[in-house]
């Protein structure tokens, strides 16, 4: 079985403003709402690619019940673990200004419910899939996702980290699966200075990126999926191949999920035929496919774009 984590869910109020003003009363012209989180993206691309999965997280108030209806609704189980203070996050995106958006803090999340957490990861079984996705919530130890991939890592459950800094880093001693920094992430880890004098765009980038992919290798993960944005994406595999290709043409909409997407993806294609390979060029494939359009990426145009990739 395939599970993801959501600490902080949302509900994502998306709105499209014309010709914006501060300080006057502005109308949208369109507007709807979605179930927020990256677990919960992960999920619903993986449900459009005909894949089950189980969302874990927490939520809260009135807000975390139709959070939970949302992600029902969608054709996905959760186990969400209900909160009894504060309410489940409420972010504003205004998606025509420079993706412009105001998230909310979410409630707070206590050891005795953080154990609760821990104790349903307890039950994942040899073969399992877990994606640890996105930021934590204040009231947890940064340290969380480190111990969340030691414990089911020991009982031969393929962990996938999509997440920055210590977050990230405090993870590669217990050998993960699948990371999958961006650009700016692998800036942060080692340092801008090591991006000096190198092109941010073709092959300068791509041999740049593989260096620092082979260091986060050194470190512990096992797979390294580098997404450059307009550039595609770069894969270090762990029987020692690299895999690069660029970007497949088209329309950025909206690159919200994208990153989300692309995880998805790529293990959706590891688990329909165990080659990195294939699973790369699915990952690059639904990354794009989700960047292209308003929504998270269809299974058609997921496939659509992966023979445009691969030729």
């Known amino acids: 079985m395939i599970y993801t984590v959501t600490f902080n869910p949302s509900i994502d109020y998306m709105v499209s403003v014309s010709d914006f003003q501060l300080g006057r ?39 975390g019940e139709q959070i939970e209806c949302m992600v029902a609704d969608r054709g996905i189980s959760s186990r969400f673990i ?10 504003v995106k205004i998606q025509n200004i420079d993706g412009t958006e105001i998230n909310g803090a979410g409630p707070v999340v206590s050891g005795e419910k953080l154990q609760e957490l821990m104790r349903q990861l307890e039950d994942l ?5 877990l994606f640890l996705s996105g930021s ?14 030691k414990l089911v890592s020991d009982k031969g459950v393929n962990v996938v980290v999509d997440a920055a800094g210590k977050l990230l880093v405090q993870t590669l001693e217990h050998k993960p699966f699948l990371i999958k920094p961006n650009l700016q992430e ?41 997404s450059l944005g307009g550039e595609g994406a770069v894969l270090l595999a762990e029987d020692g191949e690299v895999y690069g290709a660029s970007a497949p043409i088209g329309e950025v909409v909206n690159s919200v999920g994208a990153g989300d997407s692309m995880v998805a993806g790529f293990v959706a294609g590891w688990l329909e035929r165990a080659d990195y390979g294939h699973a790369f060029h699915m990952g690059l494939a639904a990354g794009s496919a989700s960047a292209f359009s308003a929504d998270l990426a269809t299974r058609e145009e997921i496939e659509g774009l992966y023979r445009q990739i691969v030729g």
């Open 125 to 129: 079984q040899e073969g399992d899939v």
């Open 136 to 149: 934590i919530p204040a009231s947890v130890s940064n340290d969380i996702y480190a111990k969340m991939t």
């Open 25 to 63: 009363t502005n109308r949208s012209k369109a507007e709807y709402i979605l179930p927020g989180g990256k677990g919960i993206n992960v999920s619903t691309v993986l449900k459009n690619l005909g894949l089950k999965s189980v969302v874990l997280g927490f939520v809260a108030g009135f807000t």
């Open 186 to 226: 692998l800036e942060d880890l080692f340092g801008k200075d090591a991006f000096e004098g190198i092109a941010k765009k073709g092959d300068g980038l791509r041999e740049c990126v593989v260096a620092y992919g082979k260091k986060l290798q050194e470190m512990g993960a096992r797979n390294v999926l580098i």
């Open 82 to 91: 209900p909160l009894e203070e504060g309410m489940s996050r409420i972010n």
